[in-house]
């Protein structure tokens, strides 16, 4: 393989990335399957950076799932991402920055929508108005956070305690990157090195000193695909995608899955632990299954985070298998803690521990 | 020795520029023919046989250059045209290194550019070892060895046509039009190479329009055991045992299909070099939807430009085999030399 070739494509899919003065917008569900994503986000950007992130407490969901689950029409979405920039011109920002794939993939949608019909924007603007009385501009800059991830990657590595290292072979760990088809697939340019060879996450795995796997359904949708989840009776049909995917990637022995999109992350845990009890089947070494993190969560790991502060209980399949290759101390006695030191309920059968 | 005392520039010494340029300087006119490379003779130089009767193209190269072989034509090799201009009855040719060249007449034989296959990211053409082109293949077809990037024997390999053609998603809606006869031709030469090879031609529709290619689509089925899958490949990985994982959807069949293979070569369409490209925009020449050269005249004008005393040859106007495109250079040469008695009375 010619990491050269990846390198040109690279090469023509670079955007520009904002340096400062965000506005924050959350994602609907990462904040209960990963609850110390976006709170590492802030804290890093905010607390280690410098930076100026702004949320902003009116903001809402995006619809971006009822839109893709065919009961919200597009008119109706066009506006409540309206009402978002309209939040952020009230609050004095131009820079939007995107902690969801499937909300940055809706707006990606909707700029490229409004931009070869531009009546669909005027439309838009008069039911924002009509609505709320509100106006919006288009923002000057968009990035989805991992995209802010990627930007500073090297001020994550300069800070590093724990590189991608298997520190029981002296091995670079072997990782799967993951982008969310709503991330780039849809429009290529909006994402850092494109659709085919994306190299959001596979810059910051590179960064931290790990080695990308590239296998053959590297581009295959995590199983989500939101209709083949959300109507039960497909609910089949995205499983079966899952197991292309993890039968796809198991004889290269990745140490992680790495992911940019809740709903990649959440079924790529999830359906892990459903195939296991299923069949039987698991897709880690010995028996093991593959821990799937979010960037943010990997991030902090490098940076000498305590796994539980980052949430990585929260997960299906229990990190701790890469938690030991990393070389990185845990108590599992604190792993169900309060911060104020409260015992929590421990799940039963968990995976990997 | 020149009779009429007139002289025509041709830019572009491939297949087109070399016939046209012999056909002129036998008529008695003054020829310099200019060339980007240090070496005359286009594309075939590169190609090892040619359909549809698998000639070594040799011998259509050694036929090309014992046609500018004649005191009236002077080669400027290694050497661009950046711009021309009308002054007079004439025009004014600048070359690359500001050298001002008088004609009474101007052919641009500027020819085509392979579509560059990396363009197509997801067949990872640069960054898989052995996905090459029709253009890689024939360079392996001259050094006598087909070989994968490991110096292995490959035994399962697929031919991907309409690479950069038909695709809108590529900016090229036209049919590059020979792509379809060179995979028939390459897979039957992979098959005589490697005698045990399998070989999976993919393809949208088989376009055999030429004389004897049809007859070649057939004996490749009949003869050569090459199995036709019509059908799009939608992306190429690779696998643990870095064999190529190659994904298409089988439409007679009704059915996507994922298939390992040793090799993969996609077949390159043309577009519009880019020196052309440059040349119409420095000479506000018409170009069409696809780019090429725009003809005066589809019917009665193919040769002819929307510039008075600019002529085309080849494919600079539209994808065409080496024979439309020696009949095409032909044919500018009478335009040239009808226009030259017409506009010296």
């Avoid at chain 1, 029409?73 to 939007?96: C, D, Q, W």
């Avoid at chain 1, 399949?317 to 929590?344: A, C, H, W």
């Avoid at chain 2, 698998?54 to 290694?78: F, P």
């Avoid at chain 2, 994922?258 to 440059?278: F, H, N, Q, R």
Wanted: aromatic share 10%.
């Amino acid at each position: 393989m010619e990491i050269n070739g990846k390198k040109r494509i690279w090469s023509e899919y670079q955007k520009e990335i904002a340096d400062d003065h965000f506005f924050y917008v959350r994602s609907c569900i990462r904040q209960s399957f990963f609850p110390g994503s976006e709170q590492f986000f802030l804290n890093f950007m905010r607390n280690v950076l410098g930076k100026d992130v702004y949320e902003n407490p009116s903001h809402t969901t995006c619809t971006g799932i009822g839109y893709h689950g065919d009961i919200v029409p597009f008119s109706t979405i066009m506006t409540v991402v309206a009402r978002h920039f309209a939040l952020m011109k009230e609050s004095g920002y131009k820079n939007i920055a995107i902690s969801c794939v499937t909300s940055f993939g809706i707006y990606t949608e909707i700029l490229e929508t409004w931009k070869h019909f531009p009546e669909e924007l005027e439309k838009t603007r008069e039911y924002l108005y009509k609505a709320t009385g509100r106006e919006f501009d288009i923002p000057e800059n968009m990035a989805h956070t991992s995209d802010i991830i990627y930007k500073f990657r090297n001020d994550v590595a300069a800070r590093a305690k724990n590189l991608l290292i298997n520190k029981l072979t002296d091995e670079p760990l072997k990782v799967v990157e993951h982008i969310g088809c709503h991330y780039s697939k849809m429009f290529p340019r909006y994402g850092v090195g494109g659709a085919e060879f994306p190299n959001v996450l596979s810059g910051m795995v590179e960064a931290w000193g790990g080695d990308v796997v590239d296998y053959p359904e590297r581009r295959h949708c995590c199983g989500f695909g939101f209709r083949q989840y959300l109507v039960q009776a497909n609910r089949g049909y995205s499983i079966s995608n899952t197991t292309k995917k993890f039968s796809s990637m198991k004889p290269f022995k990745p140490d992680l899955v790495l992911t940019n999109c809740p709903g990649c992350n959440m079924f790529m845990d999830k359906w892990q632990y459903t195939i296991r009890e299923m069949e039987g089947t698991t897709y880690g070494v010995d028996g093991e299954s593959i821990p799937v993190l979010t960037y943010e969560e990997l991030a902090g790991l490098v940076m000498g985070y305590n796994p539980w502060d980052l949430g990585l209980q929260f997960h299906m399949v229990q990190s701790e298998p890469l938690l030991r290759k990393m070389g990185i101390e845990f108590n599992n006695e604190d792993k169900y803690k309060t911060k104020d030191g409260r015992q929590m309920p421990i799940p039963e059968n968990l995976i990997n521990v | 020795m020149s009779d009429m005392g007139v002289n025509v520039v041709v830019v572009g010494g491939g297949v087109a520029g070399m016939e046209a340029a012999g056909q002129l300087a036998r008529a008695g006119i003054n020829v310099t023919l200019v060339e980007k490379e240090k070496e005359t003779g286009g594309h075939v130089k590169q190609w090892h046989h040619l359909f549809p009767d698998r000639r070594n193209s040799m011998e259509v190269l050694t036929y090309l250059k014992h046609q500018i072989d004649h005191e009236n034509i002077t080669l400027l090799s290694g050497n661009t045209i950046i711009g021309f201009q009308r002054k007079g009855s004439g025009i004014l040719i600048i070359t690359n290194d500001g050298k001002e060249l008088k004609a009474d007449a101007l052919l641009l034989a500027t020819g085509f550019d392979l579509f560059k296959s990396e363009r197509k990211e997801e067949y990872g053409y640069g960054i898989y070892d052995n996905v090459i082109t029709s253009a890689d293949l024939e360079a392996m077809f001259r050094k006598g060895e087909l070989k994968l990037k490991d110096g292995g024997e490959p035994s399962k390999i697929g031919v991907v046509h309409c690479v950069g053609s038909r695709d809108e998603k590529a900016g090229n809606v036209y049919c590059s039009k020979l792509c379809c006869v060179t995979a028939v031709k390459q897979a039957m030469e992979i098959r005589e190479h490697l005698s045990n090879s399998k070989v999976f031609c993919f393809y949208m529709d088989m376009r055999m329009g030429g004389a004897l290619y049809e007859e070649m689509y057939r004996d490749a089925q009949e003869k050569y055991n090459i199995n036709f899958i019509r059908g799009k490949v939608s992306e190429v990985g690779v696998g643990f045992n870095n064999k190529l994982v190659v994904k298409v959807e089988d439409t007679l069949a009704g059915r996507p299909l994922k298939m390992e293979l040793d090799m993969l070569v996609l077949m390159a369409g043309m577009e519009m070099s880019e020196d052309g490209l440059k040349l119409a925009k420095a000479g506000k020449l018409n170009i069409g939807e696809n780019r090429f050269f725009a003809p005066a005249d589809h019917h009665f004008g193919s040769n002819k430009g929307n510039v008075k005393g600019i002529f085309y040859a080849g494919a600079c106007t539209a994808p065409m085999n080496i024979t439309e495109t020696i009949s095409h250079a032909r044919a500018a040469v009478a335009d040239i030399v009808d226009y030259l008695k017409t506009t010296s009375k």
